[in-house]
């Protein structure tokens, strides 16, 4: 019987392990959509107040795309080396 319950502890300590691993990915793609978001805003801004609309909208959109889809493969890549140790 106390084997049972420490067989099931294990695995549930293992379980939880797992999910602490992965919230790092789980925010990455929160974090790739915020950074978009801000770029793009900033870009709307000076659009804006220079009165050239689509210009510096999508300058920065595009920016923001490269900087959050680099964050986003950088935390994928380390998440996979640190996974692959264990």
């Known amino acids: 019987m106390m084997e049972k319950l420490k067989r099931k502890s ?3 300590e ?3 392990d797992k999910m602490n691993s ?3 990915l789980l925010g990455s793609g929160t974090q790739l959509a915020v950074t978009m ?3 793009i805003l900033i870009g709307k801004y000076i659009d804006d107040k220079n009165g050239t609309l689509p210009t510096y909208t999508f300058i920065f959109a595009v920016i923001g795309i490269i900087i959050g ?3 986003f493969i950088k935390t994928v890549i380390t998440y996979t080396k640190n996974s692959s140790k264990k």
């Open 10 to 12: 294990d695995s549930e």
């Open 14 to 16: 293992e379980e939880k």
């Open 22 to 24: 992965l919230g790092p």
């Open 37 to 39: 978001i801000i770029f």
């Open 69 to 71: 889809l680099y964050s």
